[in-house]
């Protein structure tokens, strides 16, 4: 029943490791994002994918590298991994691009030992 | 200044209270705007949109002044469960932008 998920839920790896989260929607959306939450909570885009073609890319290190093999699944891969990297990542979905609400994923909790 | 600028708190308020959050956004061409909800721990969730005419849903009631580039919510009869942080969010172009978040309170 689960609209959003995202595995793993924690994650704890050490500085340098490569470490992919992967996210799946099951309420055919359109629309799939990735977002970061650091430790002050503020929640900040990182990526959106329309139909599997990005549209959004923040600043963002070109470390992170998501990919989506179809509108269902967008999935974050993170190579060298550093320690400003830990926070909590989160998957969402909209309908449409951008002008809808969002479903969000439980959230990844990443610590870089 | 930031995109989306929320008042942080902490707002500590007791059982029946009203409390009230404001929410101001830099881009006037902004075309969506909702508020969000985030307990601890957890993944943020709608709480409802904020539509130009204003509009309520049970308790809580939302507002938007575009010329303000101003949004409120309001609260009413605040109860324990209502304790959480509120997101403001700003729509345009296919990028949502949130606020840093209002932390509310709720005590017995």
């Known amino acids: 029943d689960t609209a959003v998920s995202q595995t793993p839920k924690y994650l704890v790896t050490q500085m340098g490791n490569d470490k992919s989260i992967k996210c799946e929607q099951n309420?055919?959306?359109?629309?799939m994002y990735w977002y970061k939450q650091d430790s002050k909570k503020f929640l900040k885009i990182m990526f959106s994918y329309n139909n599997k073609e990005l549209i959004i890319n923040e600043t963002v290190p070109n470390r992170f590298s998501p990919k989506s093999p179809d509108k269902a699944h967008l999935n974050l891969h993170i190579n060298s991994l550093e320690l400003g990297d830990s926070a909590v990542y989160f998957c969402?979905?909209?309908?449409?691009?951008?002008?809808?609400?969002?479903?969000f994923g439980d959230g990844t909790r990443l610590s870089i030992l | 200044r930031k995109e989306v600028e929320q008042d942080p708190g902490p707002f500590n308020v007791p059982e029946g209270a009203t409390v009230a959050f404001n929410c101001t956004y830099s881009n006037s061409a902004s075309q969506s705007f909702f508020w969000y909800r985030q307990d601890c721990r957890k993944e943020p969730k709608l709480l409802m949109s904020?539509?130009?005419s204003g509009n309520e849903d049970g308790r809580f009631t939302a507002q938007l002044n575009r010329a303000s580039q101003y949004i409120s919510l309001l609260i009413r009869d605040s109860k324990l469960s209502d304790s959480a942080t509120y997101l403001c969010?700003?729509?345009?172009?296919?990028?949502?932008?949130f606020g840093a978040g209002t932390r509310l309170t709720v005590k017995p």
């Open positions: 969402a979905s909209s309908q449409v691009a951008g002008s809808g609400p969002q479903h």
């Open positions: 904020v539509y130009s």
């Open positions: 969010v700003v729509n345009n172009n296919n990028d949502m932008r």
């Open positions: 309420l055919g959306h359109d629309t």
